[in-house]
Every structure is written in structure tokens, then in C-alpha cells.
Nanobody
Framework: VQLQASGGGLVQAGDSLRLSCADS????????VGWFRQAPGKERDFVAG????????EYSDSVKGRFTISRDNAKNAVYLQMNSLKPEDTAVYYC?????????????????WGQGTLVTVSS
């Protein structure tokens, strides 16, 4: 599994962005995938997760109702649609593939990581 995240950028509060996570080796279709974020000086936190077939999703409380995770296994891609962005959403966003097929908030279960994409939300 080799992941690459993209789609970050500089936006204003209230705007939307869609992040993409691609698996260049086309092998993560059996893995749950999660999005995490890390703000400067803070730990890397769980944002959203999706099971291998997209049937189960979960979100952190801070993004629930604003962010939507989805996947297209035919395209070997996972997406994070982010709406109503806030300045506190500013962070480097990482996608990661879990060692299991079901999603988890436990960062230790995510083995394969992309390089991260920066999202900056101005007020």
C-alpha cells in the first residue's frame, strides 16, 4: 500500500474542500481507511474513518455533520469532503490504511500513511 493525499489549500472560513487519498499500488481495497490531522504543536488526531466497503463510517465529534468520508474502490481512492470549514480545522491532513477491514479511531491500527496535505482556513 502506498498512499498519497492531495487537495489541501488555503480557504476562508465557511468554504469547502475535498481531499483525496490515492493508493498507487491499488492494494487498499480490503483495508479500512482513515483521515487524521495534526495542527502545529499538537498530536495527530482521528478525523474520520471508513470500512473496506464503505458501509461503515465514523467521525470525530469536532467534524461530525460537516465532513463526509467516502471511497471508490474501483478508483482506489478515498475522499474527505469538508464543508463549513473553521479556522480550527487548520492542520496537515493525513490518510492512512488500517491493518484491518473495519474502521477504528485507534491510530496504532493504521499501518500505511500518506505524506499529508496542508489545509489552512483563514477567519
Amino acid at each position: 500500500v502506498q498512499l498519497q493525499a492531495s487537495g489541501g489549500g488555503l480557504v476562508q472560513a465557511g468554504d469547502s474542500l475535498r481531499l483525496s487519498c490515492a493508493d498507487s499500488r491499488r492494494t487498499f481495497t480490503n483495508n479500512a481507511v482513515g483521515w487524521f490531522r495534526q495542527a502545529p504543536g499538537k498530536e495527530r488526531d482521528f478525523v474520520a474513518g471508513i470500512s473496506w466497503n464503505g458501509g461503515i463510517t465514523e467521525y470525530s465529534d469536532s467534524v461530525k455533520g460537516r465532513f463526509t468520508i467516502s471511497r471508490d474502490n474501483a478508483k482506489n481512492a478515498v475522499y474527505l469532503q469538508m464543508n463549513s470549514l473553521k479556522p480550527e480545522d487548520t492542520a496537515v491532513y493525513y490518510c492512512a490504511a488500517n491493518i484491518r477491514s473495519h474502521t477504528s479511531r485507534d491510530i496504532s491500527t493504521y499501518k500505511y500513511w500518506g505524506q499529508g496535505t496542508l489545509v489552512t482556513v483563514s477567519s
